[in-house]
Antibody, heavy 123, light 107 residues
């Protein structure tokens, strides 16, 4: 069974750091791009970052709202992706999801999602 | 930017639902998708590549469109279909992902 499990969320003060983890199982982790997305309370979905698979260079992209503060990485040997979040702001408060980006027959979408982990940034 | 309409769609079980998503500039159909989200749950992929149903998605869900205008149709609403629906695009230059604000389908 394909699974993505996020962990590492919690309550943190503004300006502090937090690292989220996304543990994958049931598929060949290294064959997929992995994304982090978030959803503020009562709001819509927002893309945060993605990391390409190694075969595509393993390069990273970030939303403008987090660029320079967040860093995505992956350990294919352990099937884990990370999101290092520094200089956190109150507006970073959200449920953070990791998701697998699937492409088949030239068509793509986020076909597997974790259950999410809540990050609350507050003093 | 993706714009979804209507913001809320009030329908009854058995009725047809037509949800619209408009992009501010032309989108590659390959990178366009629709998701369903219920309260307290992660989103679920319904349609990818604008018109391909994801694994396990009932055939009452269908997607169509190209360029800047895309549509999600639910042919006959089942009680479990009342949820929020998001459209999503990936653009390559510069690389980024955006979601529409969502359409809530309620009773």
């Amino acid at each position: 069974e394909v699974q993505l499990v996020e962990s590492g969320g919690g309550l943190v003060q503004p300006g502090r750091s937090l690292r989220l983890s996304c543990a994958a199982s049931g598929f060949t982790f290294g064959s997929y791009a992995i994304n982090w997305l978030r959803q503020a309370p009562g709001k819509g979905l927002e893309w945060v970052s993605f990391i390409r698979r190694r075969a595509s260079g393993g390069t990273t992209e970030y939303a403008a709202s987090v660029k320079g503060r967040f860093t995505i990485s992956r350990d294919d040997s352990e099937s884990i992706a990370y999101l290092q979040m520094n200089s956190l702001k109150t507006e970073d408060t959200a449920v953070y999801y990791c998701a697998r980006y699937f492409c088949g027959g030239g068509a793509c979408g986020y076909d597997q999602w974790g259950q999410g982990t809540l990050v609350t940034v507050s003093s | 930017v993706l714009t979804q309409s209507p913001g809320t769609l009030s329908l009854s079980p058995g009725e047809r639902a037509t949800l619209s998503c408009r992009a501010s500039q032309s989108v590659s159909s390959s990178f366009f998708a629709w998701y369903q989200q219920k309260p307290g749950q992660a989103p679920r992929l319904l349609i990818y590549g604008a018109s391909s149903r994801a694994t396990g998605i009932p055939d009452r869900f269908s997607g169509s469109g190209s360029g800047t205008d895309f549509t999600l149709t639910i042919s006959r609403l089942e009680p479990e279909d009342f949820a929020v629906y998001y459209c999503q695009q990936y653009v390559t230059s510069p690389p980024m992902v955006t979601f529409g604000p969502g359409t809530k389908v309620d009773v």
